[in-house]
Nanobody, 124 residues
Framework: QVQLVESGGGLVQAGGSLRLSCAAAGRSFSSYTMAWFRQAPGQEREFVAAVSGSGATTNTADSVKDRFTISRDNAKNTVYLQMNNLKPEDTAVYYC?????????????????WGQGIQVTVSS
């Protein structure tokens, strides 16, 4: 059982930055691959970024690779998504997800635990 709570979302202007945090409660945090997904209105949920349990390996979607960075601090049981140079098309609900020893290329259906989601809105 893993509980995930996102924070750090909000409203920003295009070109601005936000850092999302995902606090995890549960055992063996470092054995879980962690990821961020997002879902815009009327769109399918899409992969954003994932990080391996140790933090040594990451995978980031091409659409955000130049602007977003995923990281984790296992001592704090927390995963982060640093979002820079935000664009209106980044507007979405962002979800934190966890899966036991998944590859960072795993799809959304492989993740077992999900946060409630947090709104990110980027104005033009």
């Amino acid at each position: 059982q893993v509980q995930l709570v996102e924070s750090g979302g909000g409203l920003v202007q295009a070109g601005g930055s936000l850092r999302l945090s995902c606090a995890a409660a549960g055992r063996s945090f470092s054995s879980y691959t962690m990821a961020w997904f997002r879902q815009a209105p009327g769109q399918e949920r899409e992969f954003v970024a994932a990080v391996s349990g140790s933090g040594a390996t990451t995978n980031t979607a091409d659409s955000v690779k130049d602007r977003f960075t995923i990281s984790r601090d296992n001592a704090k049981n927390t995963v982060y998504l640093q979002m820079n140079n935000l664009k209106p098309e980044d507007t979405a609900v962002y979800y934190c997800a966890a899966g036991w020893r998944l590859l960072v290329t795993a799809p959304s259906t492989s993740y077992n635990y999900w946060g409630q989601g947090i709104q990110v809105t980027v104005s033009s």
